[in-house]
């Protein structure tokens, strides 16, 4: 199966994190490979639990490699993954396009690949993803729903599909609301730019109400920003469902976060990767439900 999406993220510094861990059973002798784009944000650490979950629940091994967004070296670990001769590969691509080779040493070498959370560019047994778009029209509505007036949007890194797709599904469900986006900002999915873009945004346009942004972590950097008037006189919509971002919405400075359910992506990839690795059947496409967190429901998400 081929996949279209496209991801572009910044390129940091290389890391490497393996872990191992195996339990007992019928699939103990399958290794399965983890390639993560970085265990830096508290979304891909959950999704490593699930994943980590299901491979002692399935007793399967599973190692895990961190490319801390490094997409070059990202392709290196997954190379790395292959000659160490794991039975399947779950790919969370720093980048799009640049996980084609990646995807083609994998294929060569006759390893099932999975994609999890974001596309890869090439050949995939499955992929595992929640629809953004959706998440972030649901977005939008809530929003609309928690104020009226001027907006601003905070967008993920330039060329993400996560960052596209959110960001597209936002502009088609302002209609849902009295909302206006009247300035826009990037902040690369980063809680620091989050905070300094959302400054700069309210010193040029300070008649703002509400502010969507992509994930969770600029939802977080915008309400340190706003101080006092966040949760009162601009409302903040974040995106991911991540603990720090559930406390917000405990204490009334974020109005909803769209939750992906990380963990169970994390799962959800493994089942398939197993699968794989079994010859057996997979489900090529995984879709994960996303649900939209407020002040009326987080005490079912908080753990």
Not at 6 to 11: E, K, M, N, P, Y
Not at 189 to 196: I, Q, V
Request: aromatic share 2%.
């Amino acid at each position: 199966m081929k996949v279209t999406r496209r991801i572009a993220l910044t390129l940091g510094a290389a890391a490497l994190v393996a872990t191992g861990c195996s339990g007992t059973g019928a699939s103990g002798d399958i290794t399965i490979g983890l390639a993560v784009s970085t265990l830096n944000n508290p979304f891909f650490v959950e999704l490593q639990q699930g994943a980590q979950e299901m491979a002692d629940k399935l007793g399967a091994k599973l190692t895990v490699v961190d490319a801390q967004n490094d997409a070059t070296n990202q392709v290196n670990q997954v190379q790395t993954l292959v000659t160490q001769g794991v039975k399947a590969i779950i790919l969370n691509p720093v980048d799009t396009k640049q996980s084609a080779p990646a995807a083609k040493a994998a294929e060569q070498a006759n390893i099932p690949l999975i994609a999890v959370d974001r596309a890869v560019e090439g050949k995939v047994a499955a992929e595992v993803a929640s629809n953004n778009v959706s998440g972030g029209s649901l977005a939008a509505i809530e929003l609309g729903r928690a104020t009226s007036g001027e907006v601003a949007h905070l967008k993920g890194i330039p060329g993400a599909s996560a960052s596209r797709d959110r960001g597209q599904g936002f502009e088609q469900g302002l209609n849902s609301g009295n909302i206006k986006v009247v300035a826009t900002a990037v902040a690369d999915f980063d809680r620091a730019k989050g905070l300094n873009e959302t400054t700069n945004l309210m010193q040029g346009t300070p008649g703002i109400k509400g502010i969507f942004a992509e994930n969770d972590e600029m939802a977080l950097g915008a309400i340190k920003a706003l101080g006092g008037r966040a949760g009162k006189d601009v409302q903040v919509v974040g995106f991911d469902g991540t603990p720090d971002g559930l406390k917000a919405i405990q204490d009334g400075t974020l109005a909803a976060t769209v939750a992906q359910q990380p963990k169970l992506l994390g799962s959800k990839a493994v089942e398939q990767a197993v699968h794989a690795a079994k010859s057996e059947a997979v489900q090529q496409v995984v879709d994960v439900e996303v649900k939209v967190i407020t002040q009326k429901n987080v005490a079912e998400f908080v753990k």
